[in-house]
């Protein structure tokens, strides 16, 4: 789902990647979403110089006085004014600020958004979005990492992928540093993707207690917070990985591959030394886990690792843990239900669609990605469909919806244009999709078709339904378990089964004007069962039908009170 939200979300201007812990496939608790942005339009150069374009920015690398696993990027073309405005002149040569790549992207954006590490965060804190540069030559410091390996991990294919890849650059230079403004952090996050696509069940196990132990028994502790992060434990996690044979990773070995892991931590605390696995020139504890830090954090190390692999019980994630079912077989069912639990449940997936509404318009009848979806095997094919569906809500509010009546040939077209697009929208969950193409005809005065709908819409919304932040009731285990959904895809049972909400974005042309009368351009969020007795009460209200306008508002009224299908 990951892969399929980045690839229709980018475009020729920016590649989206989700990054961090959920887009390796890990959702922690506590955790926020971060997305890399790679611009197109700038270009670095490793080695060899590719072919030029006049509408690219063309930087180098220059690492000379810098530290391993930095870089400054020197400007050798541009023609583009807010680029040049990122740069500065240092000794005769003009390089790439990342200060001032941060200061402008954070000007351009919402004024509530703020500077965190190399990222832009939102105020809530729950969406970190790095602004990153790309180089598609694998660089020179991290060339003995190709052949370094003697064991079956990664494999020849992995490394192959992850060198074609090349790196990212993010906009953080080195704590201290008197060119700190002008550095770049080399970022090997497709690679590190990659390989932890690469891990077994037990090793994605280990790397997930881990974090687990860094976030409830260790970070908890005042002076102990920020001083390790998941990017320590991923590095000692691709060490390990490297160093013992792949047959070593298995269930059954899970205790002492954990510990394993775990000592290896304690090691590198008390040493004072995490070497940077593509780059092991840079020690990542360096100037960081020295002195008292090191101290206190070695003690509580200590004191966590004596308990053996027993730790993870001082995070209440684990103690509460419900074993009981490990007792029985566990029947498909209850992994299927689990799953469909994990899906309407998660805060990050919710985010992370939302977030798709946010990005560049996609061109739902582009020949290249209509060949890229249909190339894809058949499950695929119905995750593509799904997004493309949700994306297809928003291309259809910004059509251009000119007055009520369809009464010559340039407002029919208008009309046909964004009705075939709404019908489009039907695929992504039962409801909103229709409820939809109910306010293009309410905002056309075609009041008895949209009552038509609506009584279909509100008749889908029954007490088995799924929405995001529910938890599953006896119904939904019941319904799920009656049905033939284990043997269809997870987009077939969010189209038939999820009900979504009701986003009319800022300046929509498809907003009642009831909604408008405040003179502001807003974007309303409302429930998909709300929704459809609002827009039955206002056709209704039109139709003089006083009797069924008073029903509608009862309807509102019972499901609100009932808080029926309301994410919380």
Excluded at 301 to 309: A, D, E, Q, R, V
Excluded at 514 to 522: A, K, Q, T, Y
Aim: net charge neutral; with cysteine; hydrophobic share 40%.
């Amino acid at each position: 789902m990951n892969a399929m939200r980045d690839n229709l979300s980018s475009d020729q201007s920016k590649t989206i990647i989700t990054s961090g812990s959920y887009g390796e496939g890990l959702e922690m608790r506590g955790s926020d979403l971060d997305i890399m942005q790679v611009y197109k339009s700038i270009k670095v150069i490793a080695d060899k110089q590719p072919d030029f374009d006049t509408s690219i920015t063309y930087l180098s690398m220059d690492t000379d006085d810098v530290k391993p696993g930095f870089t400054q990027l020197r400007l050798e073309y541009s023609r583009l004014q807010y680029d040049l405005e990122c740069c500065e002149e240092h000794n005769g040569e003009h390089y790439f600020s990342s200060a001032l790549w941060m200061r402008n992207t954070l000007l351009c954006g919402n004024k509530d958004n703020q500077i965190h590490g190399p990222c832009i965060s939102d105020k809530e804190g729950v969406l970190d979005v790095a602004y990153t540069l790309h180089c598609r030559t694998w660089i020179s410091s991290a060339v003995n990492w190709i052949t370094r390996s003697s064991s079956s991990w990664p494999s020849h294919d992995v490394i192959q992928s992850i060198i074609n890849h090349g790196v990212l650059f993010v906009p953080i230079g080195v704590k201290g540093s008197p060119k700190e403004d002008i550095e770049w952090r080399v970022s090997f996050s497709v690679a590190e993707k990659l390989l932890i696509n690469t891990f077994t069940h037990t090793q994605l196990i280990c790397y997930a207690l881990l974090k687990i132990i860094l976030k409830d028994g260790i970070a908890n502790d005042y002076e102990c917070k920020n001083l390790l992060c998941s990017f320590f434990l991923k590095t000692i996690m691709f060490w390990i990985s490297e160093e013992l044979p792949s047959a070593v990773w298995k269930p059954d070995n899970l205790i002492p591959c954990f510990m394993r892991c775990f000592s290896r931590l304690v090691y590198c605390v008390e040493h004072s030394v995490c070497l940077h696995y593509f780059i092991p020139e840079n020690n990542m504890f360096e100037n960081k886990i020295v002195g008292r830090a090191r101290d206190v954090l070695f003690k509580k190390l200590n004191k966590l690792h004596s308990y053996g692999w027993r730790c993870i019980f001082f995070s209440d994630q684990i103690s509460n843990f419900d074993v009981a079912m490990w007792y029985f077989p566990i029947e498909p069912f209850t992994l299927y239900a689990n799953d469909v639990k994990k899906i309407v449940q998660s805060r990050m997936l919710y985010i992370a669609n939302d977030c798709l509404e946010s990005y560049s318009e996609l061109d739902i009848f582009n020949t290249g990605i209509l060949h890229n979806i249909w190339s894809h095997q058949f499950s695929l094919k119905h995750l593509y469909a799904y997004y493309i569906s949700q994306r297809c809500s928003k291309l259809a509010q910004r059509l251009p919806l000119d007055g009520a009546i369809i009464n010559n040939k340039y407002k029919y077209k208008q009309y046909k244009s964004c009705l075939s697009t709404l019908l489009m929208n039907v695929y992504h969950d039962a409801v909103s999709g229709w409820l939809m193409v109910v306010s293009l005809f309410y905002k056309t005065k075609q009041y008895r078709k949209a009552l038509h709908i609506i009584r279909y819409s509100i008749s889908k919304c029954t007490p088995d339904k799924l929405f995001f932040g529910m938890s599953l009731s006896d119904i939904n285990y019941q319904s799920l378990k009656l049905q033939t959904f284990p043997k269809k895809s997870v987009a077939y049972l969010l189209k038939i089964m999820f009900v979504d909400s009701i986003r009319l974005t800022a300046d929509s042309t498809l907003t009642p004007d009831e909604l408008s009368m405040e003179g502001r351009n807003i974007t309303h969020l409302f429930p998909s069962i709300a929704y459809a007795y609002y827009l039955s009460f206002l056709c209704h209200h039109h139709l003089n039908n006083v009797r069924q306008c008073q029903d509608s508002l009862e309807g509102i009224k019972l499901v609100i009170a009932e808080s029926y299908l309301i994410q919380n």
